[in-house]
């Protein structure tokens, strides 16, 4: 439970397990593949300071947060959208692939299984990678590096013939705005369908589509692909202006750029890279927020040390006990951010009283685990299609495999703690 954010790499490296404890048990992460796939490339770099590339992806691994989610793929989204097969909701929520329809009775109910990346990450914990991960993290690598700047210069500079050329980011934001919301809409659905590589064949039926909408604007026929195609035409502008030579390492500034990709499915997106600092602000909407990495680390460690000062009777009842929500003082950056995005009476709930003694009612607790048992074993598996949208179900199983203890912290009571059937150590 908590607000949901997206962070890059770099700022989980940044956290100690402790740290990424907390980031774990106070926000709902959704985790891109694009750091997914990043966390393996680490397999093909030349790790200095004494670790293997196996030992590095590992501690990142460790540090990963166990009941987040993982976003749909955006070229998924993208194709969902461009042949209306299904809209893409950019309201701060994660989009989550898969999921079994189940309907019993009169209800009905979605269950989704760990996505194949958690059960990926769980191995890397271990060292252990597939020799398809392999390949997929030398082809990433190999990527990187056939980044051609100049090549991107001569490609866009020609539309500075006709916007100008932009002196700041913010001028190239409105140029970009400019040129996605211009007339020629057929020119710049073309050109933009070729920029995320879509083959000419299903570039062909997505026009006909457009054209049977009634030529509708880029913004109003896939918000999404408009939304993606700003973050493009703003990297390779920005590129062709020279907007960018402030920033370090410009053959990596893609994989910076293509974070932003998934900004519409978070409230808070936070990094330490200069970059990003530099420029989702103005891909973020009025209520998300960009936060800082190193104040991410500072309140984490802020909360680690509140906490470890609590008696060791209640520590051991596990943070599900005493941590189920923030503490009740502003200082923290995490209370400021459950008071923008969750519910006003988060403050009230019953579980700030827990003394390390106190338990959920274990009858209203066996009642909510027999009806998900039911409708695990009992539920009949339907189209997803029958039973609309995921807000509309009444029931949602959300399966995790959740590690015992985190760094020094252990997060169940130990009954629960030694119950095989609900956790793993």
């Not at 048990?25 to 397999?43: H, Q, R």
């Not at 409105?174 to 590589?197: A, M």
């Not at 700003?230 to 053959?251: C, E, K, W």
């Amino acid at each position: 439970m908590g607000p949901i954010i997206i962070f890059d790499k770099s700022t989980l490296q940044s956290l100690s397990l402790e740290e990424a404890m907390w980031l774990d048990n106070f926000y709902v992460a959704n985790i891109t593949p694009l750091f997914f796939v990043e966390t393996l490339a680490d397999l093909e770099k030349d790790i200095r300071a004494g670790k293997t590339p196996e030992q590095v992806v590992g501690i990142i691994a460790d540090k990963t947060p166990d009941m987040g989610c993982v976003n749909t793929h955006h070229r998924n989204l993208l194709y969902g959208e461009l042949t209306g097969k299904g809209m893409v909701e950019m309201s701060g929520r994660p989009i989550v692939s898969g999921g079994q329809a189940i309907k019993l009775g009169n209800e009905t109910g979605i269950i989704f299984n760990e996505p194949p990346e958690v059960e990926a990450f769980r191995r890397w914990k271990k060292h252990q990678f597939l020799e398809v991960e392999r390949t997929i993290a030398k082809e990433w690598r190999e990527g990187l590096k056939s980044a051609a700047p100049e090549e991107i210069s001569k490609t866009f500079q020609r539309f500075f013939n006709i916007f100008g050329t932009p002196k700041s980011l913010k001028e190239l934001k409105i140029c970009v705005d400019r040129i996605i919301d211009s007339p020629n809409k057929k020119d710049i659905l073309v050109f933009g369908l070729s920029i995320i590589g879509v083959l000419p064949k299903a570039q062909n039926e997505i026009i006909q589509r457009w054209e049977s909408s009634g030529n509708k604007s880029i913004r109003e026929f896939a918000p999404y692909f408009y939304y993606v195609l700003s973050v493009d035409l703003f990297f390779y502008l920005g590129i062709a202006a020279n907007l960018f030579s402030g920033f370090r390492h410009p053959q990596t500034h893609k994989v910076d750029i293509a974070y932003l990709y998934y900004l519409p499915f978070c409230k808070i997106f936070v990094s330490n890279d200069k970059i990003h600092i530099g420029i989702s602000p103005f891909f973020l909407r009025p209520d998300q927020f960009f936060m800082n990495g190193n104040d991410l680390k500072t309140d984490l460690a802020n909360l680690d040390k509140h906490y470890s000062a609590f008696p060791e009777d209640v520590k051991n009842r596990g943070i599900v006990s005493f941590a189920f929500i923030p503490p009740d003082n502003d200082s923290f950056l995490v209370t400021r951010m459950w008071d923008k995005y969750m519910a006003s009476t988060w403050r009230d709930i019953e579980s700030r009283k827990f003394n390390g003694t106190d338990k959920i009612d274990p009858e209203v607790e066996k009642v909510i685990a027999e009806k998900i048992k039911r409708f695990v074993k009992e539920g009949e598996s339907v189209e997803r299609s029958t039973i609309g949208n995921s807000d509309a179900v009444d029931n949602m199983v959300v399966k995790h495999m959740v590690p015992a203890k985190k760094g020094k912290w252990r997060r169940f009571p130990p009954e629960i703690e030694n119950s095989k059937k609900r956790i793993f150590d």
